[in-house]
């Protein structure tokens, strides 16, 4: 793998929960929520500082495996990506249940009611585990 940082977003229509990984690629963490279009312009100061070498965008499906109906407009959302990143290749990952999951793992961690219904946590979780994810499937895919 190209040495840089992976970007993985969880997009909702009022929130995006952005995730990124260590230089080495090894670990994903939880960066920041922000509105979809505050995205960009925190992209590009990002990327003044790291070498950003792939943009992983969550692929919400319904239990039958058809498309979430919010995938339309993630649609749209990778097409603004390419458009302002154009050197930056775009991966999606499969994010059913994520955020049940990131409900779960807040749970266990103890922390309060008030911060768990905190959607905005939520949704960085979301994109830790959708790139954590991500992460995995590529080094199972190296072996």
């Keep these: 793998m190209k040495q ?12 995006v929960g952005i995730a990124h ?11 920041i929520t922000l509105s979809p279009k505050e995205t960009i312009p925190f992209l590009r100061d990002y990327i003044q500082g790291e070498t950003v070498v792939g943009f992983v965008v969550g692929q919400p499906t319904q ?10 407009k993630i649609q749209s959302y990778l097409k603004q990506l390419q ?10 990952q499969e994010e059913r249940y994520t955020s049940k999951m990131a409900a779960h793992t807040l749970h266990l961690s103890g ?3 008030k911060r768990r219904e905190d ?7 979301s994109a830790t585990l959708i ?3 991500f992460l995995d499937s590529q ?3 190296a072996l």
Excluded: C, M, W
């Design 4 to 15: 840089g940082v992976y970007i993985a977003f969880d997009y909702g229509e009022k929130r």
């Design 21 to 31: 990984t260590d230089p080495l690629q090894i670990i994903a963490s939880a960066l």
């Design 63 to 72: 239990r039958d495996g058809t498309p979430a109906t919010v995938e339309s």
């Design 83 to 92: 458009k302002h990143f154009p050197d930056i290749p775009v991966f999606r």
């Design 111 to 113: 922390v309060n009611k």
């Design 119 to 125: 959607k905005s946590t939520l949704d960085r979780i």
């Design 131 to 133: 790139l954590q994810s």
């Design 139 to 141: 080094k199972t895919n």
